[in-house]
Structures are given as structure tokens and as C-alpha cells.
């Protein structure tokens, strides 16, 4: 148990479907972060958030939709996906960085979430 | 930019022998450096980081690392491999832009221990 947790943990989904990915922290943690994990491909970081502000969109399609209500929730909201978009997603979240501050915490991650579209 | 290499996809150990698991890093300043283990099906799990001090690291199941600040590395050890040591295992760099946020990891290195 890392204290990150992540539902659903396996997804099927069409092409036309919208679904939505669930991340929830109970580490006091202020930053939130999504990752993409394909077979034979390194990590992908795709979106951080700072004390629930967006600071990095690693050029992600616009079909990833992410969404940061509070310090402690993440979610990545999906539609119109490809097959190619199939993947293990990994939420994980660290202490944050206030401004002017360097964060040398490390990541905590959930189990992920497999995705597969169809 | 920050960059992590992890020069072998394969490593194979018998149980019992040490096992090395190598990482290099490219960083404009001071390396904040990390190991993670995956097990099949599951997350990442944090095992030890570098930020400063003493050049080798304790970390968690009894696995260490050694930073070498002129060969640029931070390679992964244990002193006697177990079967259930058997992971995928990814070294990674906290990137110092950004305030720290961003974390680059390696292409990760598969452990195989065989009984």
C-alpha cells in the first residue's frame, strides 16, 4: 500500500466511448502526476500538477483530458481514444514545490490503471 | 535537459551472486538521482535516492547504490540476488528545472535471478 490509489484497475473501452481515470492521494502530497507505460517504451510523463496547477503538458493529445479539483484527487478523462493508446497509466504524486523551492522528494506511485481500446 | 541511460535491457544473476544493475545520468547541475523496482502487473516502488552526502546509499530489501560524480553513474547493488529480486528496475533523475517537479526515468533494465 503506497497510499496512492487508482480505479479502475484494468479498462476496456471503444473507440467512441468516454471513460475516466481515478487517482486519489493520502500522503498530504501537493503534486499529482500522470504517466504513460507502453511495452517497450520508456515512462512517459504526460501531465504534473503543482498545488493544482498544470505546470507540464508533455505535448499530449487532446483526447487526454486532465482534471486536478483538490491537492489529493487526479483524474485523466478519455475520449475518443485509439488502439494505440492502450497502455498501463500510472498516477503517482511527491510533496511540492512552492515557489523558488527545488522538491528532491521522491515519487510515489499507484498500481496503475491497464487501458485497452478496442 | 536531463537524461537518464540504462546501458543493459537484460540482466541475468544467479541467486546468491551480487547483482549490478547500471545507470548513467547527464544533468546541467547537482544529480538528484532515484531507483524504482516494478513487479509484474503493479506500480512502481521507490528503493533508495541520492541527493547528497555519503556516496553510497542504503535503501529498501537490502539493496544499495553507488553515485560516482566523475563517471557519472549510479549503479544498483546487492550483495546476495534473490529469485523474488526478479523485477523490472528503473533509475531516474529529478529534473532540477521546473523547480524540481519533472522526473526523467530510464528505459529500465529487466532483473532475471534464476534459482
Known amino acids: 500500500e503506497t497510499g496512492v490509489t487508482q480505479t479502475p484497475r484494468h479498462l476496456v473501452m471503444g473507440m467512441t466511448n468516454k471513460k475516466s481515470l481515478k487517482c486519489e492521494q493520502h500522503l498530504g502530497h501537493n503534486a499529482m502526476y500522470w504517466y504513460k507505460q507502453s511495452a517497450k517504451k520508456p515512462l512517459e510523463l504526460m501531465f504534473v500538477y503543482n498545488f493544482k496547477e498544470q505546470t507540464e503538458n508533455n505535448s499530449v493529445p487532446s483526447r487526454f483530458s486532465p482534471e486536478c479539483p483538490n491537492s489529493s484527487h487526479l483524474f485523466l478523462h478519455l475520449h475518443t481514444l485509439q488502439p494505440e493508446d492502450s497502455a498501463l497509466y500510472l498516477c503517482?504524486?511527491?510533496?511540492?514545490?512552492?515557489?523558488?523551492?527545488?522538491?528532491?522528494?521522491?515519487?510515489?506511485f499507484g498500481e496503475g490503471s491497464r487501458l485497452t481500446v478496442l | 535537459a536531463q537524461s537518464v541511460a540504462q546501458p543493459e535491457d537484460q540482466v541475468n544473476v544467479a541467486e546468491g551472486n551480487p547483482l549490478t544493475v547500471k545507470c548513467t545520468y547527464s544533468v546541467s547541475g547537482n544529480p538528484y538521482l532515484f531507483w524504482y523496482v516494478q513487479y509484474p502487473n503493479r506500480g512502481l516502488q521507490f528503493l533508495l535516492k541520492y541527493i547528497t552526502g555519503d556516496n553510497l546509499v542504503k535503501g529498501s530489501y537490502g539493496f544499495e547504490a553507488e553515485f560516482n560524480k566523475s563517471q557519472t553513474s549510479f549503479h544498483l547493488k546487492k550483495p546476495s540476488a534473490l529469485v523474488s529480486d526478479s523485477a523490472l528496475y528503473f533509475c531516474?533523475?529529478?529534473?532540477?528545472?521546473?523547480?524540481?517537479?519533472?522526473?526523467?526515468f530510464g528505459p529500465g533494465t529487466r532483473l532475471s535471478v534464476l534459482p
Open positions: 503517482a504524486s511527491s510533496q511540492g514545490s512552492a515557489s523558488g523551492s527545488l522538491n528532491t522528494g521522491e515519487l510515489f
Open positions: 531516474a533523475v529529478r529534473d532540477i528545472d521546473n523547480y524540481g517537479q519533472n522526473f526523467v
